[in-house]
């Protein structure tokens, strides 16, 4: 797409990754590359939470069987309440910090993981800290991830990690597709390792 814009002068990205541009290619042309911090936050928080709610609430199967007619679905028993559960934040950069805001408020317990901030700094978000990923895969009743697609992340989760969660667990990608192995996971939801995923991007 770059050699065939010969007119090309900028490329931006909404939002703060940059793994979908070859910035290589774009360097070499003298063509920078810009993000935009901050921009959508709230929204993929919000999105995050919503999907929270969609997958406790059993709604995507329930949507669907009703308009199949199957009024027997709301007896289903899938449905739990979000209140007093653990959510397991993985990555409290903004969006994973605003995200603990809103799950805190609906009260939520929260536990955090990221390699980059402190005990004190992940404890003044009222978070539990966690100095292991996987062992807050373990202790999680929810885990939404918050962290960008570098080779450190690429396949953070997979199917050892998956087999570590709690059998009733959800799990929500508001990031990258490739943080997840989605082979594993799709495995692991049709064997009833864990209870429920989403994926909201690429």
């Not at 939002?15 to 003298?30: E, F, H, I, L, M």
């Not at 289903?76 to 993985?90: N, Q, Y």
């Not at 317990?109 to 404890?123: I, N, S």
Request: proline share 2%; with cysteine.
């Amino acid at each position: 797409m770059i050699e065939n814009s010969p007119m090309l002068k900028v490329i931006g990205r909404t939002g703060v990754g940059y793994d979908t541009v070859d910035v290589a290619a774009a360097t070499a042309r003298g063509i920078p590359v810009i993000i935009t911090p901050g921009a959508n936050n709230r929204s993929v928080a919000e999105h995050a939470v919503a999907m929270m709610f969609a997958l406790s609430k059993n709604l995507m199967e329930a949507h669907g069987e009703l308009c199949a007619g199957n009024w027997e679905i709301r007896g289903a028993g899938k449905a739990f309440e979000l209140e007093g559960k653990t959510v397991g934040i993985l990555g409290l950069g903004a969006i994973g910090r605003e995200t603990a805001r809103i799950c805190a408020g609906i009260g939520m317990k929260l536990a955090g993981y990221d390699p980059f901030m402190t005990r004190e700094a992940v404890e003044l978000l009222g978070a539990y800290y966690y100095e292991d990923y996987e062992a807050l895969l373990s202790d999680s009743d929810i885990v939404t991830i918050h962290v960008p697609l570098t080779e450190n992340t690429r396949g953070l989760i997979g199917e050892k990690q998956l087999a570590m969660m709690k059998k009733e667990a959800l799990l929500i990608n508001c990031s990258r597709g490739g943080i997840i192995d989605e082979a594993a996971l799709a495995a692991a939801l049709k064997n009833g390792v864990i209870a429920g995923a989403v994926r909201m991007s690429l």
